[in-house]
């Protein structure tokens, strides 16, 4: 998984030899490219037009992607930089479609992902008086680039503003803005601000720091951590670039190993003390192991759930992160360290003693194998006509070796969470703390470009299909044919339903299914993608799961794979409390129409749980 980058000088020439026809928005993307920029997330507008030619006369040293909508270009900025680990650059004009970013952009902040917004503003002499599409930017970005948004009024800034504007999204892992109105980007560039009062002189380049926690505390957090008998790990997005480390780690204090969602590509599933995904998309390993440890080792994750953490008082807490703002929020930590995950358990690990007692280590173990032998019998279960889990369970077995996988959010990410045996070499991501949908289908145009050789997998349910993906799969029709492999491969879950909603109204709110809002229209997702000229496969029994994955995965272009499954299989979280329980009943005392199938399928789920080899019918 990428590591923070480190942005330095460029063998590209200087601002002062630059020609002097030159333009602001040409010298504003000459700037971009002494960062290293090559790649822009657009979608035009005539607030944005100056931008728009300075790019076509850039020629290759720029890749525009267009998408249909800027909301997509702001999430693909965010998964361009969750892939990379690059900044991620997405650009909309004025008005309308600055607004149209910010979802994605939210994603990115909430994820601390570093992107920087280029917008448009109208002309300068016609801000205040209601000019069309006069929007007031700077506050309408103020929250969501808090460390950072400015409006360029003048040629002279457009150099240290592109600069404070990179450098503080590398830095902060966040997102910036830069508004541009239309007038200024039509002005002569200056390149070098006149030595004066007043002025500002700015440099390009950022080299992260090694931050690493003094040697005292480290001495006190490999102190606590040596004295507990069953220590529990859990890692986050942070810990992406710390495998090794935190495998060393895990081995020496015979410790399990719980992932945060964003933390899923972080170790292989195949290690048998990783316990997978931890919350309410998480396994029953995870939860036994929080429930009973003395110990909990959290790195590099900001993981929302407390409830699913160990009773305040149960476990003693180490913590490191490199952001000291999250230190101590979700569990009152004894030691809180603030520090680069890989760095800091490199110094931590020769101060920690090999644990001799592996009695906790393998009843983590055991429970894991048990957990995977319970996934299989549940994803093996009948269904009408198709078990949404099955389609994940096969599909894991045929992940290509370095594939990159992207989850929307709904019950997809459910079985993305669960059933999904992620391998070293695999990057894997999804909307974390924002948990919004649509983000599936950008995420993998984004990682396709990012890296043209690999195969990019999204699984999504039909709602979010419906909400943007396919718009976006014009998008894929008008690219992949640049891509180096052309695989791509989209699994719609087509179940007629919002359905993580539907179970989330059931279990939390005892209420029934609200057909009128739940409802999603059927749509012909595989049939559509065949009209862009790409593949589409429709599966709609069990028997030709195995072969519509091999069809894709082997296909010359991106590919479709429409699976209608079954709404009233139940997203199990890995407890249960008896006020859900409550919950659900109410809902089904209340007339769900679905009482019949949900009865059914929660039965065989609960029975596959205290039974696994039991593959009810």
């Known amino acids: 998984m990428p590591a923070r980058v480190a942005y330095g000088p460029c063998p590209r020439s200087e601002p002062e030899n630059r020609a002097m026809s030159e333009n602001v928005s040409d ?16 979608f035009p507008g005539d607030g944005i037009n100056g931008l728009m030619g300075a790019i076509d006369r850039a020629g290759d040293k720029f890749k525009l992607v267009r998408a249909r909508h800027e909301e997509m270009c702001a999430f693909m900025a965010c998964a361009h930089a969750k892939f990379t680990g690059e900044v991620g650059v997405c650009l909309a004009t004025s008005g309308p479609g600055a607004i149209h970013l910010l979802n994605g952009l939210y994603d990115a902040k909430l994820d601390h992902q570093p992107v920087v917004a280029i917008v448009g503003q109208q002309a300068r002499a016609a801000l205040g008086g ?65 030595r004066a009062h007043g002025t500002i002189h700015s440099g390009f380049g950022y080299r992260p720091p090694r931050v690493v926690p003094v040697e005292g505390d480290l001495r006190h957090a490999a102190d606590l951590l040596n004295a507990g008998s069953k220590v529990a790990i859990l890692v986050g997005a942070g810990t992406l670039a710390a495998a090794d480390e935190v495998i060393e780690v895990a081995e020496l204090l015979g410790a399990g190993v719980a992932k945060a969602l964003l933390g899923k590509a972080a170790l292989p599933d195949e290690l048998p003390y990783v316990t997978g995904s931890i919350g309410l998309l998480g396994t029953k390993p995870s939860w036994d192991m929080m429930m009973e440890c003395d110990t909990l080792l959290m790195i590099g994750s900001r993981f929302p759930y407390s409830e699913f953490l160990p009773k305040e008082g149960q476990a003693r807490g180490v913590q490191i992160d490199l952001d000291p703002a999250m230190l101590s929020i979700r569990y009152p930590m004894e030691i809180s360290l603030v ?17 001799t007692d592996r009695g906790w280590r393998e009843t983590i173990e055991k429970n894991v194998a048990e957990w995977w032998r319970v996934l299989e019998a549940r994803a093996m279960h009948e269904a009408v006509p198709i078990n949404p889990e099955r389609m994940f369970w096969e599909l894991s077995s045929r992940l290509p070796d370095n594939c990159i996988l992207a989850s929307d959010s709904g019950s997809s990410a459910n079985w993305y969470a669960r059933d999904l045996k992620v391998r070293r070499g695999m990057m894997a991501s999804l909307s974390g703390c924002l948990a919004t949908m649509g983000p599936g289908v950008p995420y993998v145009i984004a990682a396709k470009f990012a890296f043209p050789e690999r195969v990019a ?7 979010a299909m419906q909400m943007n993906g396919n718009a976006e799969l014009i998008t894929i029709g008008d690219y992949w044919k640049e891509w180096a492999d052309p695989r791509l491969v989209i699994l719609v879950l087509n179940n007629r339903d919002l359905n993580q909603v539907t179970w989330e109204q059931r279990v939390m709110e005892g209420d029934p299914k609200f057909e009128v809002a739940q409802h999603v229209p059927d749509f012909p997702y595989a049939r559509y993608a065949e009209m862009l000229g790409l593949k589409g496969i429709m599966v709609n029994d069990p028997a030709q799961i195995g072969a ?32 859900e329980a409550k919950a659900f009943a109410e809902s089904m005392l209340k007339g769900d129409e679905d009482t019949g199938g949900m009865i059914r399928q929660s039965a065989k789920e609960v029975l596959a749980t205290f039974l696994p080899g039991h593959r009810g019918h």
């Not at 995950?341 to 090999?354: C, E, F, G, S, V």
Request: proline share 9%; charged share 20%; aromatic share 6%.
């Open 27 to 42: 010298f504003l993307l000459h700037r971009l490219t002494e960062w290293g920029i090559e790649r822009l997330y657009g």
């Open 339 to 355: 520090g680069d995950a890989a760095a800091t358990l490199r110094a931590l690990i020769p101060l920690l003693q090999h644990k």
């Open 548 to 579: 519509a994955f091999d069809a894709a995965l082997s296909a010359d272009r991106p590919c479709v794979i429409e699976a209608i499954t079954d709404p009233d299989v139940p997203p199990l979280p890995p407890h249960i409390t008896l006020k």
């Open 457 to 463: 997998i999204a699984m999504v349910g039909d709602g």
């Open 130 to 194: 209601q000019y069309q599409q006069e929007v007031d930017l700077v506050s309408l970005f103020k929250d969501v680039a808090s460390d950072y948004v400015e409006m360029i009024t003048v040629p002279a800034q457009v150099r240290h503003v592109v600069d404070r504007a990179l450098r503080i999204a590398i830095a902060k892992r966040t997102v910036t803005c830069i508004i541009v109105p239309n007038d200024v980007q039509i002005l002569g560039a200056v390149p070098v601000p006149p």
